[in-house]
């Protein structure tokens, strides 16, 4: 009995272990999805973005786009010049 048991198991977790090996290729069969330019917004209109929109970004505006990423990292990531 203890012999067909322990068998059992043994053949349970194999199983189990073989099935986790299985995994199946994750593939986009939808094909490549093309984005707008991020500059672009969320909206048609201009100012139609969320409420995370910075103030005074118009949509469509590339360059101020470009100055606020660049504001954005210089003030929220540098260190040296973060006040205390």
């Known amino acids: 009995m203890r012999r067909a048991l322990a068998l059992t198991m043994a053949l349970g977790s ?9 995994e199946k290729p994750q593939t986009n069969a939808e ?8 500059w672009t917004g969320t909206g048609t209109q201009q ?9 005074g970004w118009q949509v469509g505006d590339k360059n101020a786009w470009q100055q606020q990423l660049k504001t954005r990292a210089q003030n929220g990531q540098n260190d040296y010049v973060r006040d205390n």
Not at 31 to 38: E, N, Q, R, T
Not at 47 to 55: E, I, K, L, V
């Open 14 to 22: 194999a199983a189990l272990l073989l099935a986790a090996c299985g």
């Open 31 to 38: 094909g490549v999805k093309l984005d707008a330019a991020p």
């Open 47 to 55: 100012n139609a973005g969320t409420a995370f929109t910075a103030s």
